[in-house]
């Protein structure tokens, strides 16, 4: 079985809640939406097939317990199924981060599902796969990019009217360049939202060497 990968590489793990544990990334090729917001348009295409069994090889050189799979979006894939199957078969701790576009009724349910509920101002508005509610589990944690106040609100009302707030974690990042750090951390206190401030760890520590910091 073949998947259509745009890179593996070993680095922090910068988001959801095993934010800071060194973590192997398996981006795969190709998406569906087109978010204002994207950082990784380059997987949109770019990338090569790989074996199941070698992908498993390239994960199993880093001594790290933690793979993330991401994209893109690896639900595009089938034989994506069976390869987090397999890995949690060999014990790895496995996230995925999906757009929640498609159904995550098949995931192996061993896995941390990292669901990104697309914002208005997503550009990709109403993309969310709603049967996916059904489908979470306890370690389903909802993300959510927020770009403006009216991303804040539209959030804050999607997670009280599915009861995300009392079953799950609901995490809060800011759109680079849209709305600051510390305008979403207010906003969090002023609205006594209970989602969790989530800042992109690797994007702190990676920019703050290119400073020479």
Not at 36 to 50: A, P, Q, R, V
Not at 175 to 183: A, T
Not at 184 to 206: D, F, G, M, T
Request: proline share 3%; aromatic share 12%; charged share 25%.
């Amino acid at each position: 079985m073949m998947i259509k990968i745009n890179e593996i590489f070993y680095s922090i793990q910068g988001e959801s809640t095993y934010v800071g544990v060194p973590t192997v990334f398996v981006r795969t090729t190709g998406c569906n939406l087109r978010c204002t917001y994207c950082d990784t348009t380059y997987s949109y295409y770019e990338g090569d097939f790989k074996e199941i069994e070698d992908i498993i090889k390239e994960i199993q050189k880093h001594r790290t317990p933690y793979v993330c799979i991401t994209g893109g979006e690896p639900l595009l894939q089938k034989p994506i199924y069976n390869l987090m199957k397999q890995l949690c078969d060999l014990e790895y701790k496995v996230s995925l981060e999906t757009s929640g576009s498609k159904s995550i009724q098949f995931v192996d349910p061993r896995v941390k599902n990292i669901l990104d509920v697309k914002t208005p101002d997503s550009g990709a508005r109403n993309s969310f796969h709603m049967e996916n509610l059904k489908f979470a589990n306890s370690l389903t944690e909802f993300k959510f990019v927020i770009c403006s106040e009216e991303d804040f609100d539209w959030s804050e009302n999607f997670c009280r009217q599915h009861d995300l707030f009392q079953k799950y974690t609901v995490l809060y990042s800011p759109s680079h360049g849209k709305v600051s750090e510390r305008w979403l951390a207010q906003k969090i206190l002023e609205k006594n939202s209970v989602s969790r401030l989530q800042l992109q760890l690797h994007k702190i520590i990676w920019e703050s060497t290119a400073r020479g910091v």
